[in-house]
């Protein structure tokens, strides 16, 4: 699960940072994130069990995305700043839903396990967990590889892809749908785990250049080691198990901080 994960996420990552042209963006820019962790922690509240949670939280990450695309759609065209100012509202608007439900939760039972999940931890995937995730996962992933050229156009802009024959707004589609499967499967599964999609994608770009054909690739590969990795020195370092969100940032703020530096933001 940490690979599959680690590797979607990074691949999302490095598909959106492609698609809004800009190095420092998630996979969490579009509000997946904030709606899942709602319908998780809407899960926990009303005592689901383990799959009931799961479900909530994937299908509350999908919606948050389609008020997302529908709020920023205009004419029958998505513009880019639209898509994040959206993103940006949506997410505000969950993350105002999950406090209130923080707000109402027991504070001896399901207050500290909502705040626990939303650390983020593999400490309770199962092989259940797994084989349920792979599917939708590894499909997404399939698209966004396909997909890979077309990030090369989309990437230099809308202007210069329509003028190159491209449908932009279908290929938007595709990526949004793919990196939303992704991202709303691994919240549900795993929590909230950052900074796995703007890292990864932002170190590969470094060693592999901005192609897109190769970029792709090397993040799916990276970042599925780099999860695994961080996986187990959460498992080593302390007696108890560091929640996974943690580590990722704790180690990726700085790290990413560093790489913004020698880059200059830069996309190369």
Same mark, same amino acid.
């Given at each position: ?71 920023? /759609? ?84 809308? /202007?210069?892809? /329509?003028?190159?024959? &491209? ?87 700085? &790290? ?13």
């Amino acid at each position: 699960m940490a690979a599959l994960v680690g590797a979607g996420l990074s691949m999302s990552g490095a598909s959106f940072q492609g698609m809004f042209q800009n190095p420092l963006v998630s996979p969490f820019i579009l509000g997946v994130s904030a709606g899942a962790s709602f319908g998780a922690a809407l899960g926990l509240v009303l005592e689901l069990p383990a799959i009931g949670i799961q479900f909530l939280a994937f299908i509350s990450g999908l919606l948050a995305v389609v008020i997302t695309y529908l709020t920023a /759609r205009i004419y029958k065209v998505t513009p880019v700043l639209m898509l994040v100012l959206s993103g940006m509202v949506v997410s505000t608007f969950f993350q105002a839903m999950l406090s209130l439900l923080k707000f109402l939760a027991d504070d001896e039972e399901k207050l500290p396990a909502i705040t626990f999940w939303l650390m983020g931890s593999l400490g309770s995937v199962g092989l259940k967990d797994l084989a349920i995730a792979t599917i939708p996962i590894l499909v997404s992933m399939t698209g966004l590889f396909l997909l890979r050229w077309r990030l090369n156009v989309l990437s230099m802009g809308e /202007r210069e892809a /329509r003028s190159l024959g &491209v449908n932009n707004e279908a290929i938007k589609a595709m990526i949004i749908v793919c990196t939303t499967i992704i991202s709303s499967t691994a919240v549900a599964f795993c929590g909230i785990i950052g900074w796995v999609g703007q890292v990864i994608p932002h170190f590969c770009r470094m060693v592999v250049g901005p192609d897109h054909r190769v970029l792709i690739p090397a993040t799916m590969l990276v970042g599925a080691g780099y999860l695994i990795l961080i996986d187990n020195l959460c498992r080593l370092l302390t007696a108890t198990e560091i929640p996974l969100g943690i580590l990722t940032a704790v180690i990726g703020a700085p &790290v990413f901080a560093y790489l913004l530096r020698k880059t200059k933001g830069g996309w190369n």
